[in-house]
């Protein structure tokens, strides 16, 4: 299926590994060019070197803190001065918590409302007027089963994705009318390095099995038995920003595995 996303720009966050990595690959192979957004510079230059290389495309590496005004700023900017505008934003950029409702202070609170909701929001302002400017566009926000099925642990992380998911369902009606779509990926288990770094540190006084760990994650919460590799959950994305999705809009899909308990 030819997705005709060739000549495409696309600005991706969090872009420099695992889930964004493989989108942002994702994208490259159909001849997209790129705007990809972290924090790590190095880890993200040598990211886009490869992408440019492998692939033929343009890869625009942005190191910035997408939580702040000043890093929303950057990579708005890269997107303008580089390309003239955008078509497709992919908002992917997001970390786990661990904490109890009682004892976590406003200050945490804070800081991942600015990376799942306020980062959303200030690229949509910021890229919006440039997508307008192409005809329309594709916004996609990387929320998460924890959205709407919360693990205990981190409640911060479920409240602010929850918070994501509405911000997308808003969006979506307010610019459909400009031709841009915007609708929300919610993964289950996906093997990210952070998985893999937990799960190390979880065994590392037990037999270091951190490969059975994992395994038993995936029995316990996916009827499928296994995690999905970032690639498998990058095809949907891609096919999700193409025009083969033209009629998708406001929605919200899950690429759980069957995690999700309810219909």
């Not at 495409?8 to 969090?14: N, P």
């Not at 950057?74 to 955008?86: K, M």
């Given at each position: 299926m030819d997705l005709n996303l060739r000549g495409?720009?696309?600005?991706?966050?969090?872009?420099s590994v695992g889930i964004g990595l493989a989108v942002a690959e994702g994208f490259a192979a159909e001849g997209v060019n790129l705007v990809l957004a972290a924090r790590q510079p190095e880890r993200l230059a040598d990211a886009a070197g490869q992408l440019a290389a492998k692939y033929g495309v343009q890869a625009v590496p942005v190191a910035a803190d997408v939580a702040s005004v000043e890093g929303v700023e950057q990579i708005v900017a890269a997107a303008r001065e580089h390309f003239g505008g955008v078509d497709i934003l992919f908002n992917n950029a997001g970390t786990g918590s661990n904490e109890t409702i009682m004892e976590a202070p406003d200050e945490k609170w804070q800081a991942y409302w600015?990376?799942?909701?306020?980062?959303a929001v200030r690229l949509a302002r910021g890229l919006v007027p440039l997508m307008k400017q192409r005809?329309?566009?594709?916004?996609?926000n990387n929320a998460s089963i924890c959205a709407v099925q919360p693990l205990g642990y981190e409640p911060i992380y479920n409240v602010t994705k929850a918070a994501l998911l509405m911000l997308s369902k808003n969006l979506a009606n307010e610019l459909i009318k400009d031709n841009?779509?915007?609708?929300?990926?919610?993964?289950?288990?996906?093997?990210?390095?952070?998985?893999?770094k937990t799960a190390k540190q979880l065994?590392?006084?037990s037999g270091g099995d951190w490969e059975g760990h994992l395994q038993q994650v995936a029995d316990e919460h996916a009827p499928i038995r296994r995690f999905a590799s970032p690639a498998?959950?990058?095809d949907f994305i891609v096919f999700l920003c193409s025009e083969r999705a033209s009629y998708s809009v406001g929605a919200a899909y899950f690429v759980d595995g069957g995690m999700l308990k309810t219909v």
């Amino acid at each position: 299926m030819d997705l005709n996303l060739r000549g495409k720009i696309a600005v991706l966050t969090g872009a420099s590994v695992g889930i964004g990595l493989a989108v942002a690959e994702g994208f490259a192979a159909e001849g997209v060019n790129l705007v990809l957004a972290a924090r790590q510079p190095e880890r993200l230059a040598d990211a886009a070197g490869q992408l440019a290389a492998k692939y033929g495309v343009q890869a625009v590496p942005v190191a910035a803190d997408v939580a702040s005004v000043e890093g929303v700023e950057q990579i708005v900017a890269a997107a303008r001065e580089h390309f003239g505008g955008v078509d497709i934003l992919f908002n992917n950029a997001g970390t786990g918590s661990n904490e109890t409702i009682m004892e976590a202070p406003d200050e945490k609170w804070q800081a991942y409302w600015e990376l799942h909701v306020m980062a959303a929001v200030r690229l949509a302002r910021g890229l919006v007027p440039l997508m307008k400017q192409r005809g329309g566009g594709v916004i996609l926000n990387n929320a998460s089963i924890c959205a709407v099925q919360p693990l205990g642990y981190e409640p911060i992380y479920n409240v602010t994705k929850a918070a994501l998911l509405m911000l997308s369902k808003n969006l979506a009606n307010e610019l459909i009318k400009d031709n841009i779509r915007v609708n929300t990926i919610n993964p289950g288990l996906i093997l990210t390095p952070d998985w893999i770094k937990t799960a190390k540190q979880l065994t590392q006084d037990s037999g270091g099995d951190w490969e059975g760990h994992l395994q038993q994650v995936a029995d316990e919460h996916a009827p499928i038995r296994r995690f999905a590799s970032p690639a498998e959950l990058a095809d949907f994305i891609v096919f999700l920003c193409s025009e083969r999705a033209s009629y998708s809009v406001g929605a919200a899909y899950f690429v759980d595995g069957g995690m999700l308990k309810t219909v």
